[in-house]
């Protein structure tokens, strides 16, 4: 029917257009015809009458059949003409129906948003699966295995295809893992790690795994783990615990799944104690201090166990901290959070390429001209205030050192207190990693429509808590987007119930991520390596020279944090200038390096 009509309206008019044009009416007014219904069915469900006679004047031909498409195509030379006709009108049936029937494919053929592959759409089986507690599942890889709990393993094809993406950008993790492969650096090493579940936290997985270690997994986040990443993860035989949007009881039973079992061993059980300490872990990887914060409650025993701590995150640093200043640290701890490395790549420069990104995946706000808030002017506060800067939005800062303040001043940010600002706010982002810098009596003065967003890794930084009131009303829009309505009818957009807003509404370069985790990696086989009285129980910024550790703390070696960054500059295709020997002695340093001394700040 709709083939009839548009390869015949314009043949119609035109006949008919023709004929009134003969009888040289004096109105010269045209008469459009009467078509025929199409449908077999009117608006009332009944069946049509029947359509009324076409003149015969404004007949046009019956529009030909497949098959006389196909013997006109069999005329012109074509021998395969019948069946190619059939393929088309197979096909023009097909999308048709397609159009008709799901409204997510457009008559030109085009993918609508109802068909977006956003995450914030998701799949019919996402929503299924999302309706079971993967705990209650009994779950298998085609290896047999059970021991590991992710949404779907299912999804393991979808999520290996995503590590191997991220491999593409994270070419000097790759290289360091071909160097270290040989010599089996972490053989031995029984690892617990608790971090973002990711394409990119795969490689370093993979990585450790392939210098000789074992490891056990969970997530450090609810709401970051990528389901496919999991079940490709399981799928190679990980044993892990970690899906998206699991509930608080969920993220502990997670923790206590990955320390509480041990991992398997053929040693000999030691004498006298009945248990085989040689299958515990001797090592931790940790983001935000959870996993050690549990071990140490609920396994003392197993956390005396431990030889190294390697953290990446300024909350799980100032727990560690305590805990030496308390003397219960039972093992050296390496801090790669506040390493060159880490704090201006992964924080400063993931910050500023992804905050924006997740504001506008989830919101598809315009944020040019924006009034934006940052809170915090760290590494974190940095790279946020610059992305919101160069696309065009008014920025101003609050912050408590006034070092970080006159830096934000000197870059023309307006320094200001929340409290004074906060009706006018368009978008509020929290960089602080502190608790409650955005308070109930923040968002009441919040305008209709402001976005408030957490960037850094605490999620206590928004009294999340205390919207948790009958007076308030929840809506979902969508994956990590939520709207609070106040009585008065203001609505505040809050993402991803105030976790972290680039790993939970948007993604992080692979290549930034890749730059910690080689950070990560050379810190775990260093801290493995060593010789029993290189370290003390206390906290490490790994120091200048391996052989001078003393129980304090020292900044990370500027040969290790250069040796990073040389690996990484391969990418660019880049080349170092080499230093003569005549500068290296002016200037008192190795030719090749470290180049910069202990204190200096990039």
Known sequence: QHYYITNNLRKWLKQYSNSNLKKKTSSRKYIMPNFPKIGPDNDNGEASEPPPTVPKSLRAAQPPTPQDQGRHLQRLGH?????????????????????????????????????????????SDE???????????EQKNSAGQSDFCVRNIKLATFGRREIEIAQEE????????????????????RILVCTHITA???????????????????????????????????????????????????????????VAADFPSETATVEGEGVNKNVWANMILDDGGDLTHHLYKNYP??????????????????????????????????????????????????SRESVTDAIKRSTDCMIGGKLVVILGYGEVGKGCAAAFQGIGCNVMVTEVDPICAIQAAMQGFRIVRLEDVVHHADIVVTCTGNKNVVTRDHMNKLKKGCILANMGHSSVEIDVSSLATNELRWERIRSQVHH??????????????????????????????SVTATTQALALIELYKAPPTRYKAD????????????????????????????????????????????????????????????????
């Open 79 to 123: 021998s395969d003409g019948v069946k190619a006709s059939y393929r088309r009108e197979k096909w023009r049936s097909r999308s048709m129906s397609i159009s008709s029937n799901g409204n997510d494919v457009s008559s030109s053929g085009s993918v609508s948003s109802r068909s977006s592959f956003s995450s914030e759409s998701g799949s």
């Open 127 to 137: 929503e299924e699966d999302a309706k079971f507690d993967p705990r209650e599942r």
């Open 170 to 189: 994270m070419s000097a993790l790759i290289l360091l893992r071909n160097k270290l492969n040989s010599e089996k650096s972490l053989e031995g090493a």
């Open 200 to 258: 990119q936290s795969a490689v370093l997985m993979e990585t450790l795994l392939a210098c000789g270690a074992k490891i056990r997994v969970c997530s450090c986040n609810i709401h970051s783990t990528q389901n496919e990443v999991a079940a490709a993860l399981a799928e190679s035989g990980l044993n892990i615990y970690a899906w998206k949007n699991m509930t608080e009881k969920g993220f502990w039973w997670c923790i206590d799944q990955c």
């Open 301 to 350: 025993d197993k956390f005396n166990n431990i030889s190294g701590i390697v953290e990446e995150n300024i909350a799980g640093i100032h727990r560690l901290y305590q805990m030496s200043r308390q003397g219960k640290l039972p093992a050296p701890v390496m801090n790669v959070n506040d390493s060159v490395t880490k704090t201006k790549f992964d924080n400063f420069y993931a």
């Open 484 to 513: 609070i309505h106040w009585p008065d009818g203001k609505y505040i957009v809050l993402l991803a119930k105030g976790g972290l807003a680039n790993h939970n509404c948007s993604s992080i370069p692979s290549f930034v991520i």
């Open 539 to 602: 906290v490490y910024l790994l120091p200048k020279k391996m052989d001078e550790y003393k129980a304090d703390v020292y900044l990370l070696p500027k040969k290790m944090d250069e040796y990073v960054a040389q690996l990484h500059l391969t990418v660019f295709n880049a080349h170092i200038t080499e230093l003569t020997r005549e500068q290296a002695a002016f200037l008192n340093i190795n030719r090749t390096g470290p180049f910069k001394s202990q204190h200096y700040k990039y």
